[in-house]
C-alpha cells in the first residue's frame, strides 16, 4: 500500500492525542477534574433555525429532489442566494457561476489547491497555521514554503513575503480569524499583501492566488472589521465552510468562491469542477444544501465564545502569561514558560491542563488554548493555570 | 492552473451532454415527447423510514452531538451497526474497526486507491466500466488497464485477465450488479476470479486487492444470488454507497469496508485513514451517518425498477433488439444496429430517444438505456424504438 499514506494516519497528531489522553484521564479522574482545551469543536448549539429548516425540508419537499444529485458543483438556486448574500453584506460582485458548494472547508482547500497547482509549484503560508494545509498541498503535488510571523505581534514578516515569492509560487493561503492565533488581518495589512502579491505577479507574469480559509469568518466579539479579500484582490479565491458559524462541524457543508474579478475565472472554476470530479467530491450533500438560503446571515450564539475569551485572556494575562490579544475565533496563543512548548505542555498535564503545544502549527515556544468549552470549566481552571505559573517563577 | 483538472471538467461527459441536450429538447416540444433514458439517478422516493428518522434524530438528539465531528472514521457506533448487519445478512466476520463512512461511493473509490496505489502501479478493470474509475485511478496516480468482457455474454475474460496481471497490478476493480450491463456476477465466476487473484499474488508475492463497487447491491430483480465478495476473497474491499438502494444519491453516504481476514488489515486501514486525510474526507455527513442504524436492511420500492426492466427486455427483444439480459441495477446494454454506437445515439435522437452509447464506458457497439424512469415514459417511447428499428431493417 501507500506509504506515505499510512505514515498520515499513523503519525496521530498532536492535538488528537492530547484529547485521547484526556479521554482516558476522564475515566480515572472525573470529568470535572481535567481541563481540555485542546479541541477546536463547536461548544454551543446550532441556531433553532437549523433544525427547524431541515425539519420544514424534510416534511414538505419532494424526497426524490431534496435527497436526489444537484449539478456537481451543487444547485444553482442555492449558488445565487449565497453571491446575493455576499454581494449585499460585503458590497461584492460575486456570482453563482464562481461558487462551487463543497463537503466542508477541507473539501474546499484540496479542490482549490489541486485546481491550481502543477507538480513542484509552491504554496505560501504564514507560520503559525493550521497543520493540514501541509497535507493538502501535498496531495496536490505543491510544495508548501513557510514565512514565519513576527514574533510577538504574530503581524506578516512582509519582507520576509517578498523574499519567499518565487517563479514557482502560485497561491499564499491566508486564515483569519486566525487558527492557532485567533488574529484577524487588518484593512491596511491586507491592502499591502496584496499590493505585493499583484506586484509579484507582474514580475512573473503569472497568476498568484490568494486563497483565504475563513470557517471562523464570523467568529468576532468586539466591532472588528474583518475585510473580504474579493474587495482586494482579484485573483482570490474564498474557501469558507458553516461548521463554525453554525455549529455544524459534522455535516461537512462550504464553498469555494472565485472572485468574479479573478483573470480567467471561466477556466480557472473549471478546473475546480474537474478536481472536484478527481477527487470523488462531485455535489455537496444536498439536504445541507438546500438549508443553506434560509440560514444565511444566522450564527449560534457566539457570545459565550466572547465570554470565555475576555475571562481567559484578562485573568491568563493578570497570572502573568503572555497571550496575543485574539480578535476571533476561539483560541488563544499563549506563550509557553519554557523554551519547549512540548515540555511545558507536559508540565501543564502535572494540573490536568491539556494545551496544544505549538510545534504542529510550524512554531515553536507556545501553546493553543482552544476556549470553546464551558465558561465554568475556566474558572475551574484557573488556579491550576496560576499554580503552573508559580512552578516556574517562585 | 492545472491543466487536465481543467480538462476533466471541459470535456464533459457524453451523458450529461445528453442529458443537457434533453433538457433543451423538452423546453422545446414539451417534456412528455423527449424519452430520456440517459440518467442514472433513482425514480422512486426513499422509503418513509429514512424521513421519519431523519425528523426523530433532529426532534430528539442534542444538535450539539448531532451535527458535531465524529472521529475520523465516523461514529463507532454506526460501524459497529454496519458490521452486525453485514455478518447477520452474509455470515461473514467483519468489525467496525475495518469501516470507514464515506461521503458517498465516489469518495470510498478514490479514498481506497489512494491509499492502494504507488505511482506507476495497475488497476485492472473490466469493459465495459464506470468511467470515472479512470478517473479515480489516475488521481492515486496509477495506471488502469483494462480487460474487456468476453463479447455477448458480457462475462470475465479469464484468460485475458491472466495475462493482463503482473507485477505491478496492486488492485483489480469489480462492480456488479454492473453499470452498464445491468448483469451480476455469479458464484463460480467469483470463485474463478478469486483463485487467479490468489494465484498471481503468490506468483508476485504482493497483495492485489479486489475493490468492488457496490451501488447497486440490492438492486436485483430476481432470485438471483449476489455473492458477498469478503467470503470469498481474503484482499478484499467493498466500497458501498446507500444512493441507490435508499434513494440518496444526493446526501453522500456510503462507506469503505476490509475484509477483516486482509493480510495486514490493520496497516491497509490506517492507510484509508491517511488518504481519507489527504483528499479532505475525514467524517462523513453525521446526520446521515446516525441515520444509518435504524435503515439497514431498508430499501426503497424496487418493485417499478423490475417492472421497467421486464418491459423494456420483452418489448425491445420482441422488437428485434439484441441485450445483455440485466439481473440488476437499473441498465440495459443493448447492441446498437449500426458500428458505431455514437452514430447509433444520434438516428435515435430523431425519434426523441436519447440512449447513451457505450463508447465512454470503454466499449464499443452499445448503448445503455436506463430504466430507473415512469413506466408510462417507456410505453409510450416502445413505438419510438419499432421506428427507430424499422429503419435499419426495412
Same mark, same amino acid.
Given at each position: 500500500m501507500n506509504k506515505r499514506m499510512y505514515e498520515l494516519s499513523s503519525h496521530a497528531s498532536v492535538i488528537r492525542e492530547l484529547f485521547e489522553y484526556g479521554k482516558k484521564r476522564k475515566e480515572v479522574i472525573g470529568n470535572d477534574n481535567v481541563f481540555d482545551f485542546s479541541i477546536g469543536n463547536p461548544s454551543n448549539p446550532c441556531p433553532n433555525i437549523v433544525t427547524n429548516s431541515l425539519i420544514n425540508l424534510l416534511e414538505k419537499t419532494d424526497p426524490i429532489n431534496l435527497h436526489g444529485y444537484t449539478s456537481s458543483p451543487g444547485d444553482y438556486e442555492v449558488r445565487k442566494s449565497i453571491a446575493e448574500f455576499l454581494n449585499r453584506k460585503y458590497g461584492c460582485h460575486e456570482v453563482p457561476e464562481k461558487i462551487y458548494l463543497t463537503a466542508g472547508a477541507a473539501a474546499a482547500l484540496t479542490i482549490s489547491l489541486k485546481a491550481i497547482l502543477n507538480k513542484g509549484e509552491e504554496v505560501i503560508v504564514f507560520a503559525p497555521f493550521f497543520p493540514e494545509y501541509a497535507v493538502f498541498t501535498e496531495n496536490a503535488g505543491g510544495t508548501l514554503k513557510i514565512v514565519k510571523c &513576527? %514574533?510577538?505581534?504574530?503581524?506578516? !514578516?512582509f519582507d520576509n513575503l517578498e523574499k519567499a515569492i518565487c517563479q514557482k509560487t502560485r497561491a499564499v493561503i491566508i486564515n483569519y480569524p486566525n487558527n492557532p492565533t485567533g488574529k484577524i488581518l487588518d484593512r491596511d495589512s491586507l491592502v499591502k499583501l496584496c499590493a505585493i502579491l499583484s506586484k509579484k505577479e507582474k514580475d512573473y507574469q503569472h497568476e498568484i492566488y490568494l486563497i483565504s480559509d475563513e470557517? $471562523?469568518? %464570523? &467568529?468576532? $466579539? !468586539? !466591532?472588528t472589521f474583518v475585510p473580504f479579500i474579493t474587495n482586494y484582490y482579484d485573483n482570490s479565491i474564498v474557501c469558507y465552510s458553516f461548521s463554525k458559524s453554525l455549529s455544524l462541524p459534522g455535516e461537512r457543508i462550504g464553498y469555494i468562491l472565485i472572485s468574479n474579478n479573478a483573470n480567467n475565472g471561466d477556466i480557472l472554476y473549471k478546473s475546480v469542477c474537474g478536481a472536484g470530479r478527481s477527487l470523488g467530491f462531485i455535489c455537496a450533500p444536498t439536504l445541507f444544501q438546500y438549508l443553506i438560503p434560509s440560514c444565511l446571515g444566522y450564527t449560534s450564539d457566539l457570545s459565550v465564545y466572547k465570554v470565555n475569551r475576555d475571562l481567559l485572556y484578562e485573568s491568563l494575562s493578570n497570572i502573568g502569561y503572555e497571550i496575543v490579544y485574539p480578535d476571533g475565533a476561539f483560541y488563544l496563543f499563549m506563550k509557553a514558560l519554557e523554551k519547549d512548548a512540548n515540555a511545558f505542555s507536559d508540565r501543564a498535564k502535572k494540573y490536568e491542563l491539556l494545551l496544544v503545544p505549538s510545534d504542529s502549527f510550524g512554531y515553536k515556544g507556545y501553546v493553543r488554548i482552544s476556549y470553546c468549552v464551558d465558561s465554568d470549566m475556566i474558572k475551574r481552571a484557573l488556579p491550576k493555570f496560576k499554580k503552573l505559573f508559580d512552578e516556574y517563577y517562585i
Open positions: &513576527l %514574533e510577538g505581534s504574530f503581524n506578516i !514578516d470557517p $471562523y469568518r %464570523e &467568529l468576532v $466579539y !468586539d !466591532d
